[in-house]
């Protein structure tokens, strides 16, 4: 790997910490704006509905800009709607606005969306220059952001600092990080163009959408972004409400799934490498399953507490891979990671409002297994997603069909 490559996947790592540090640092404050909001549990969830509609809008545009600018201005503006995303958050808790809460989860949403296609189109070329499993690893950046961001957000919930300094002071670091990241990505990423009749060129529009086995991943990704979404909006007030633990304890409960994720993600490529994609989506997507289920069904809440690593461990590794196997699945991997991805926000979409509904009608822990329901259709939806690391005989890497008729062996 040459020092350009080097310093490109360096600050594809800040590209996805940046992101984990923020969203944990609004997660684990969930609590305290609700106080601060007067919110019902029904109420949070159309405060919510800002993120989902603003990464949904996001995730919709993201595809056609990178085609038509490439990964790095997109990336650079989705950071930037970050950080502005943070400050009106704060801003909204410290006036007890609902309206700027919305609104603030609402860039936050945009530019997390607006983003994720391009920063992983990008590691999804670092992969193929590198010929190393790499989007696991980096999204574990994304959690190990979680994790330190979460770890922060317990802090500053045990000694009660005011929400609007700690949001402020995430935004602040989150865009040093910024600055110091974006120069190391190339320009014109994930450009695609065609020729036109007069000769110029336009963006191309190849129909991804009847490939049948990039459907079959995109219902893998919407499952798993399902399972992480749910624990990213509601895991702390999940345990809060649910088992009737203190806020604090939540956090703490909240910050044992993103180090569980943490974990999954860097250790996801090796396992990746060694047994395929398939096999290991498969023991993630039954990780999850069980997860959820004792979460929803035990009573204990240090039993339901323990559950979540399995939960987190669980959600690992669906989203990134799933974003892998898709990304060089065919030709125009920006076509193809797009489509993915706007399935996957359509978890994000629906499921903090919809699980918001539910929660007030029948408990936010009845409300989880429609989300243990979706996880267990992505065990039997495995097998489409190939295996990166399978070969044939003659020691070529396998095709997709290939993979489906071939015994997986190390490379």
């Known amino acids: 790997m040459d020092l350009a490559t080097r310093r490109r996947r360096a600050s594809l790592f800040f590209f996805f910490l940046i992101p984990g540090l923020s969203i944990s640092s609004w997660v684990t404050r969930t609590p305290d704006i609700r106080d601060q909001l007067g919110a019902s549990t029904a109420q949070m969830g159309l405060v919510l509905f800002g993120l989902s509609v603003g990464s949904m809008l996001g995730i919709l545009s993201s595809g056609a800009l990178v085609a038509r600018f490439g990964t790095r201005p997109v990336m650079g503006v989705g950071t930037a709607l970050i950080v502005a995303g943070s400050v009106a958050i704060g801003c909204g808790a410290l006036f007890s606005s609902a309206p700027a809460v919305t609104a603030g989860l609402f860039l936050f949403g945009a530019g997390m969306g607006g983003g994720e296609v391009a920063v992983n189109i990008d590691g999804a070329e670092v992969e193929r220059i590198t010929d190393r499993t790499v989007l696991p690893t980096l999204h574990g950046f994304f959690s190990l952001g979680t994790v330190v961001g979460a770890a922060l957000g317990i802090l500053c919930t045990a000694v009660e600092f005011p929400v609007q300094w700690h949001l402020g002071g995430m935004a602040v670091v989150t865009a040093g990080m910024f600055a110091y990241a974006i120069r190391a990505i190339p320009a014109g990423v994930g450009r695609t163009r ?111 507490g323990a559950a979540v690593l399995f939960w987190g461990l669980g959600a690992s590794l669906g989203f990134p891979v799933a974003l892998s196997a898709a990304g060089d699945s065919g030709p125009d991997a920006a076509a193809r990671v797009s489509l993915v991805a706007m399935i996957g926000y359509i978890a994000f979409l629906v499921g903090p409002p919809s699980l918001g509904f539910l929660g007030d009608h029948y408990g936010l822990r009845s409300a989880m297994i429609v989300v243990l329901a979706f996880v267990a259709v992505a065990v039997f939806l495995a097998p489409a997603i190939g295996t990166r690391r399978a070969t044939v005989a003659g020691g070529a890497p396998a095709t997709a069909d290939e993979q489906d008729e071939q015994p997986v062996t190390e490379k």
Not at 200 to 223: C, E, H, N, Q, Y
Request: charged share 15%.
């Open 194 to 304: 065609r020729n036109t009749a007069d000769g110029g060129t336009a963006p191309a529009r190849p129909a991804v959408w009847k490939d049948r086995r990039l459907l079959l991943i995109g219902g893998i990704i919407l499952a798993m972004a399902l399972a992480e979404g749910a624990a990213n909006d509601w895991l702390p007030l999940l345990m809060v409400d649910g088992h009737g633990v203190d806020p604090a304890l939540g956090s703490a409960v909240y910050a044992g799934f993103a180090a569980a994720m943490t974990l999954g993600r860097f250790c996801g490529g090796f396992f990746i490498d060694r047994f395929g994609r398939a096999p290991v989506v498969r023991a993630s997507a039954l990780s999850a399953a069980l997860g959820l289920a004792l979460v929803i069904f035990a009573d204990s809440p240090v039993l339901a």
